[in-house]
């Protein structure tokens, strides 16, 4: 399995004011998406982050709120723009692990636990 | 969308009681994993079970997936073995895109 880590691994914030959170990967990765999990609920896919291309975002997610990053096969950071109160949750990244393909196994980093004021 | 529901939502066990969480799911699944969520928030995998039956220690789990449901078993419940536990299967029409239910918050008291 995959090592993976984020930073900060958790943060307080202002509202207002964004926040950048990394997610790197100890070897190359095809896919990385990143989940939100509010406080006390489940974890919902925020979006794919796609190496070389736009990142593709589900239902409710947009990349004004959440812009993406993903450089390279190992590394994606994560935006969190404009922040209010109701975006304190963890957020966590995932990698599809090698060899490429369709359904393969998941597995998450630490997580990265933000509240704002 | 796929629906997955996950029951019971909570569970108290006495240290050394067995127990067994279900996950429904309302359409055909490509894979399906459980992980355990420790109280800091880290997520652990447990299974990788697109079907059959699968058993790492002291858990098992079966997934049936023509009649959608994965059942995960707790034997001999330990302390740690608390926290919340997910299933996240993979519709068939969303590639690789895990689905996660609303998870059963298990609480082992000593």
């Known amino acids: 399995s995959a090592v993976i880590s984020q930073k900060p691994s958790r943060d307080i914030c202002q509202r207002g004011t964004s926040l950048t959170i990394q997610c790197q990967v100890d070897?190359?990765?095809?896919?990385m998406f990143w989940y939100r999990q509010q406080p006390g609920q489940s974890l919902t896919l925020i979006a794919t982050?796609?190496?070389?291309?736009?990142?593709?975002?589900e239902s409710g997610f947009v990349i004004d709120k959440f812009p993406i990053s993903r450089p390279n096969l190992t590394f994606s950071t994560l935006t969190v723009s404009n922040m209010s109160p109701e975006d304190s949750s963890i957020y966590l990244c995932?990698?599809?692990?090698?060899?490429?393909?369709?359904?393969?196994?998941?597995?998450f980093g630490p997580g990265t636990r933000l509240t704002v004021l | 969308g796929i629906q997955v529901e996950q029951s019971p939502p909570d569970l108290i066990l006495q240290e050394g009681a067995n127990s067994t969480l279900r996950c429904n799911f309302s359409?055909?699944?490509?894979?399906l994993q459980w992980f355990h969520q420790n109280p800091w928030g880290q997520l652990i995998n447990l299974f990788y079970?697109?079907?059959g039956t699968k058993q790492n220690g002291r858990l098992s789990a079966t997934t049936v997936a023509t009649e959608r449901y994965s059942l995960l078993y707790i034997s001999s419940s330990q302390t740690t073995d608390s926290g919340v536990y997910f299933c996240?299967?993979?519709?068939?029409?969303?590639?690789?895109?895990?689905?996660f239910g609303g998870g059963t918050r298990v609480l082992v008291k000593p």
């Open positions: 995932s990698v599809d692990t090698p060899p490429a393909g369709v359904y393969n196994e998941q597995f």
């Open positions: 070897s190359q990765v095809t896919m």
């Open positions: 982050a796609n190496q070389g291309s736009e990142a593709t975002y």
């Open positions: 079970i697109p079907s």
């Open positions: 359409d055909s699944v490509n894979n």
């Open positions: 996240a299967p993979t519709p068939k029409a969303a590639g690789n895109k895990l689905t």
